[in-house]
């Protein structure tokens, strides 16, 4: 059974600075990992997919790696801004067709 | 392309009253997956369809939940006689494909028991 867990569950910044979140996982039979972004009463955005054959993708000021036999991703954060203010969720999977969500990160990025 | 689309995005209900929750994948995408989101917690699988097939559907409770995915027209989530631990976010994805494919959201159906 997949079990996610993400480091740390609250973090709040001043703007500017780099942020790492953390994701970890327990089963490594995944196909990709995917990390989104969720804002308050909103449903989830995708910002980076993973797949198992991949280390590494970037969108703009964004990095995620993925080290999948250690069960880990992270998810790098340059510049920080308000704006990045939400809760980040990753999701590993599907091994068994379901993606299974961690609890994520709330950010707080502060002007 | 449109992404996904969710109706209604705020339902009120009274305990004992259904309550029936629609998702139009985006275009192109035969898989759907189902989710249930409370105040402060995370996301909780419910099922996954694919047109005309239930896949999996191991995070359903096993009475009063029910989903379906027809060949024609959006997929539905149907909850019979809610009760207020019902209320709840819950949010309809859809993909290309499975496994490999990467997961859409739409904005979530906001069910609340009276």
């Known amino acids: 059974k997949q079990e996610v867990t993400q480091i740390p569950a609250a973090l709040s910044v001043p703007e500017g600075e780099n942020l790492v979140l953390n994701c970890s996982f327990t089963d490594s039979a995944i196909y990709n990992l995917q990390w989104f972004r969720q804002d308050p009463g909103k449903g989830l955005t995708s910002l980076l997919l993973i797949q198992s054959s991949q280390r590494e993708q970037t969108s703009g000021r964004l990095n995620a790696s993925l080290d999948k036999s250690s069960g880990r991703s992270t998810l790098y954060i340059a510049a920080s801004q308000p704006g990045d203010s939400a809760t980040y969720l990753c999701?590993?999977?599907?091994?068994?067709?379901?993606?299974?969500f961690g609890t994520g990160t709330r950010l707080k990025v502060l002007a | 392309n449109a992404g996904v689309m969710q109706n209604p995005r705020h339902l009120v209900r009274r305990r004992g009253q259904e309550a029936r929750l629609r998702c139009s994948p985006m275009k192109g995408h035969s898989h759907v997956y189902w989710y249930r989101q409370l105040p402060e917690e995370g996301l909780k699988f419910m099922v996954y369809?694919?047109?005309?097939?239930?896949?999996?559907e191991s995070g359903m409770p096993k009475e009063r939940f029910s989903a379906e995915f027809p060949k024609e027209g959006p997929s539905i989530l149907r909850i019979q006689q809610v009760v207020r631990g019902d209320s709840a976010a819950y949010f309809c994805a859809s993909s290309p494909r499975d496994r490999t494919g990467e997961l859409f959201f739409g904005e979530g159906s906001r069910l609340t028991v009276l």
């Open positions: 369809l694919q047109k005309e097939n239930i896949i999996d």
């Open positions: 999701a590993p999977g599907p091994g068994t067709y379901k993606y299974i």
